[in-house]
């Protein structure tokens, strides 16, 4: 499995050990390993998890979820959109690039994307062209939003 490029990840056991090695060395609230776990069906290949690999070790990893219009409290008016969760990619092979082709990766969906600043993060969303979010109080979780709108689609229309 030779590759750089973002890949739809097999649920399966392989992937569960490349996931605790992100544990190891990322932040707790960004592992990935209970969702798996939660998710565990083998090789499920409807898998929410993306990653890139370098050589055969996983370096990058993404959770991408489309939430469908019916579902959505967040938009005003509802709309689908994708919410992505959990972003990281390994030290020592941050800088280079990783992350924002995964970032590239939601885009090319063409999808409204909304996503939650994780502490520290807040330039890596700004570069990415997401903008934060202060509006719909009413949602208010604690989250510190930003989305990105494709062409065509601004906050207004929403």
């Not at 605790?20 to 290949?45: C, H, T, V, W």
């Not at 489309?66 to 509802?78: A, I, L, R």
Request: no cysteine; hydrophobic share 35%.
């Amino acid at each position: 499995m030779k590759t750089n490029s973002v890949q739809r990840l097999l649920i399966n056991f392989k992937t569960l050990e490349e996931f605790k090695k992100f544990r190891e060395y990322g932040a707790q609230e960004l592992s990935m390993l209970e969702d798996l776990e939660a998710n565990f069906i083998e090789n499920d290949s409807e898998s929410p998890f993306y990653g890139i690999y370098f050589g055969d070790k996983l370096v990058a990893r993404m959770s991408l979820y489309k939430v469908n219009k019916k579902y959505d409290s967040y938009f005003e008016p509802p709309q689908d959109y994708l919410e992505l969760w959990k972003v990281e990619v390994l030290p020592g092979y941050q800088g280079q690039k990783y992350g924002r082709a995964l970032i590239d990766f939601a885009k090319s969906f063409n999808l409204p994307i909304k996503t939650n600043a994780r502490n520290q993060s807040h330039h890596f969303w700004d570069k990415m062209e997401f903008e934060p979010i202060t509006y719909n109080t009413q949602r208010d979780r604690g989250e510190n939003p930003y989305v990105w709108f494709p062409s065509g689609v601004t906050e207004q229309s929403l």
